[in-house]
């Protein structure tokens, strides 16, 4: 993997997602903005996965669990001609269209709809069952947030992946420490994360989820373990590579305006 | 019913390699025969009802029919949002079992009286509700549900229900109601669903009223309701399930609409005989239970 074009396409999905949130007035850009490095690296060979095999039985799945960042993903899956650009920097967040601002799977290359936190994982998990089940052998990724691992259900599939031995079960936890309302180790501390998934008999991997390097190579212990589900713990930060949004929770809200927009742009260059 | 049930899916599970059976850990006495004969399409999710409803939308998202088994209100209520937002939303082909219809758990408690769940399976889209009143039915329902490709529930009783039907229902179709005692000459009808209809039968017989099963709850036979309205000017609607949101609900809303639309031009006086907007706390069997709701003709 060249990892100065993850890098370079990690730039490109933050500015596509921005120029997304701005066009439709939407909110959620510091999250979609953490999960950006994550995308960049997954859809660059690591999932198996491309515009012409998206009915393919055994193409690679992508779950995104935290489906209000979905800009991120649309941007990511237009930039890799998933999604015709123009229609979605039209489209997205206005009438009529299919391009609701939480994740939908009416979408080329999106397989599932999220939004109320908690689901994707189970539903991760029960296609990481019907590849083995079925011996269609693919691999079944799914991206949480922190705050997301509040709900009950992430920590039944968590039990039940384990036990199952889905080893071709892949989640990452975009951990940017900020949720709705605060920090998260304020409302529901996570810590100790890596230590809670291991004790739940997991494969975990905890890495700095902006660095594209440590990302790919997380990825590459997941492909290489046969016994566990594996997580990638991806430390980030929430609006990360905009100097304004990180680390500030009103981006969890606002959407950049004329003038914001233009120094995003200028930061992201 | 519950063994009806059972009995017919291992049946199928036979001739279809894709139907996948998720418990989530009841089923004692029951599922033994399907987990022996396909361990490989057999799951004890444990108890996580949450997960088991995402579970079997991941499996069908694979091709798998899935039937997702438990009882009372567990596999219904407490997965309520996976089932509209992770089943039904997608038309997934996952069949919601429950066993324990209405108060077959009675003495059990409040948690195991199933008797709203049909007012919540029937509000979400593209869910059809099945609701069979005896273990033949069961069975036809269950064959349907192996070769239908979407989303179902499946409301069963427990065991020992009355049985209606003297053979295999042919020809079944999702949405039919199915006369059970039909006369010439009255104006007078029961309509229930469930296996509450077995207490209905005795009364039918005696009266002389006619008595029809209502095996799907959602969708009902159009042209069956407009006959239904037309030839009969009293009927009386007998089920298991609160007034608000059940079958009388629904026969109700079909007439309403037939009525408006101009389908029928008389409008039949309809009584409805469900729970009053109430819990029963004192415990109690089945039969106890269904008097004290006042579910008795």
């Known amino acids: 993997m060249d990892i100065g074009k993850c890098e370079d396409f990690a730039k490109d999905i933050r500015r596509m997602s921005l120029q997304l949130a701005h066009n439709a007035n939407s909110s959620h850009s510091g999250g979609a903005l953490s999960m950006s490095d994550i995308l960049a690296v997954l859809y660059s060979g690591i999932i198996h996965v491309t515009p012409e095999t998206v009915d393919s039985p055994n193409r690679d799945r992508f779950v995104l669990s935290k489906g209000h960042c979905c800009a991120s993903l649309y941007a990511t899956l237009g930039l890799r001609g998933f999604l015709s650009l123009d229609e979605l920097l039209e489209g997205y967040g206005k009438d009529g269209t299919v391009y609701f601002s939480h994740v939908s799977h009416h979408l080329n290359g999106v397989e599932v709809s999220s939004g109320s936190l908690g689901h994707g994982l189970p539903v991760a998990a029960g296609l990481a069952l019907g590849s083995i089940a079925s011996k269609t052998a693919f691999d079944v990724y799914c991206l949480t947030g922190d705050g997301e691992l509040d709900e009950g259900s992430n920590w039944e599939a968590i039990m039940f992946a384990a036990q199952n031995e889905l080893s071709n079960l892949c989640l990452i936890v975009d951990y940017n420490k900020i949720q709705s309302l605060g920090n998260v180790k304020d409302i529901i501390d996570l810590a100790p994360l890596a230590d809670k998934f291991k004790a739940f008999n997991w494969k975990v991997v905890e890495i700095d989820g902006h660095d594209c390097k440590e990302i790919a190579d997380a990825f590459s212990i997941f492909k290489n373990e046969h016994k566990k589900p594996t997580v990638i713990i991806g430390n980030t930060i929430k609006g990360k590579g905009v100097s304004y949004m990180e680390n500030q929770l009103m981006w969890h809200y606002k959407a950049p305006n004329d003038v914001q927009l233009k120094q995003a742009m200028e930061e992201l260059k | ?297």
């Not at chain 2, 039918?204 to 009902?220: H, M, Q, R, T």
């Not at chain 2, 409008?267 to 005989?273: A, G």
């Open chain 2, 1 to 297: 019913m519950r063994t009806a049930f059972i009995d017919q899916l291992v049946k199928e599970a036979r001739i279809n390699d894709k139907i996948f059976l998720l418990v989530g850990d009841l089923g004692y006495n029951v599922v033994e025969p399907f987990a022996d004969e396909f361990p490989d399409r057999f799951r004890n999710v444990g108890i996580a009802e949450q997960n088991m409803a995402g579970v079997a939308a991941g499996l069908s998202m694979v091709g798998y029919n899935v039937y997702i088994y438990s009882i009372g209100n567990f596999p219904t209520l407490r997965c309520i949002e996976q089932i509209r937002n992770d089943i039904a939303y997608y038309k997934g082909n996952v069949k919601i079992v429950s066993v324990g219809a209405g108060y077959a758990y009675g003495s059990q408690g409040v948690s195991h009286h199933a008797t709203e769940e049909l007012g919540m399976m029937r509000s979400i889209p593209n869910i059809v509700v099945c609701s069979p009143c005896d273990p033949i039915e069961a069975r036809c329902i269950t064959m349907i549900s192996a070769n239908y490709d979407g989303p179902m529930y499946l409301r069963l009783g427990k065991a020992g229900e009355v049985v209606i039907h003297e053979q295999f229902v042919q020809d079944l179709n999702i949405g039919d109601i199915l006369p059970v005692l039909k006369t010439d000459g009255t104006e007078k009808v029961i309509l229930s669903s469930g296996s509450i209809l077995g207490d209905a039968l005795k009364s039918a017989k005696e009266k002389g009223v006619d008595i029809y099963s209502i095996p799907f709850v959602k969708p009902l036979n159009k042209c069956q309701m407009v006959d239904i309205a037309n030839r009969y000017s009293d009927i009386t609607i007998l089920e298991e399930n609160q007034k608000s949101c059940g079958v009388g609900s629904a026969v109700i809303e079909v007439i309403s609409d037939l009525y408006c639309t101009g389908e029928i031009h008389r409008f039949p006086k309809i009584k409805r005989i469900a729970i009053e907007d109430q819990f029963y706390h004192l415990s109690g069997s089945q039969s106890y239970l269904r008097k004290q709701a006042g579910l008795v003709l």
